[in-house]
């Protein structure tokens, strides 16, 4: 499988508007952030997971013009704002993406975006919505999730399996749970959110995702949903074998 991170940013990307890029280096284009968001691929299938504000730029950077699925995390405006962007996929595949999210997500994005599932007037819908099942086929890659506490709320977590490997995406979260350990473990690739290294309420902080990571005995570990409090050089200097910073257009291969 091959992952892209198409955003490894938070909520306010990096640098924060009022060109704030707190203790990250300008000059280090590893430190710009967009909103958080992957491709997950395997044979002719081509995952995205949310659809960030920042879509449209990474689908161009990336030079993606079609996903056989998309996957919606929660419903927070940074992973799922960029939903219009969709709607250039549709046309140029001449029928709606298909979309998938847990029931609370699909209710939630189903009542927001109304018109991109149902269009209105002279157009036509944008994207399907379907619930999310643990186990379920999309195309060549298998899908098991959980339900991740997110605050109030909780996110979907994910596993990617295909020919015999295995990756986990898990991004806004703040507890770990028992069924999370069982889905993470053993992964050939983890992508998690390490928002800081200061503690946050509904994200965990850097040191929390690198001892869940040796927890779930992940072989390499990519961390993502970074403030601009993550230097890139500085992290990469610090972490552990098996752990880096993840940052925009970064592919890998599990």
């Keep these: 499988m091959k992952v892209r991170i198409l955003g490894s940013g938070t909520s306010s990307g990096v640098p924060r508007i009022g060109n704030d890029w707190g203790s990250c ?32 730029e990474q689908l161009l950077a ?25 709607r250039q996929l549709m046309h140029l595949r001449g029928a709606p993406v298909r979309g998938l999210a847990d029931w609370k997500t699909l209710e939630r994005l189903r009542d927001r ?17 379907e619930p999310l099942r643990d186990g379920m086929a999309l195309g060549d890659i298998v899908v098991r999730t959980v339900n991740q506490p997110h605050g109030g709320i909780t996110s979907a977590g994910l596993r990617f399996e295909h020919g015999g490997k295995s990756v986990g995406y898990a991004t806004d979260f703040n507890v ?9 473990g053993d992964l050939d690739l983890w992508v998690a959110d390490a928002l800081r290294r200061e503690p946050h309420p509904t994200h965990p902080h ?10 779930c005995r992940a072989r390499r570990t ?27 257009g970064m592919e890998i291969v599990a």
């Design 113 to 129: 975006f109304r018109y991109v599932f149902e269009g209105g007037g002279p157009y036509r819908p944008t994207a399907t919505i």
């Design 222 to 248: 990519i961390l993502v949903h970074m403030d601009n409090s993550m230097d890139y050089r500085s992290l990469m200097a610090e972490l552990p074998e098996g752990v880096e910073p993840g940052h925009d």
């Design 25 to 56: 280096d300008p000059t280090d284009p590893r430190n710009r952030r967009t909103r958080a968001s992957v491709l997950v691929e395997a044979g002719a299938t081509r995952i995205l997971v949310d659809t960030s504000p920042d879509l449209r």
């Design 62 to 86: 990336a030079d993606v013009a079609d996903v056989d699925a998309v996957i919606w995390t929660h419903d927070h405006a940074d992973h799922c704002h960029g939903i219009d962007d969709l």
């Design 176 to 184: 770990f749970t028992d069924e999370m350990a069982t889905l993470y």
């Design 206 to 215: 850097l040191a929390q995702t690198l001892a869940w990571s040796q927890q």
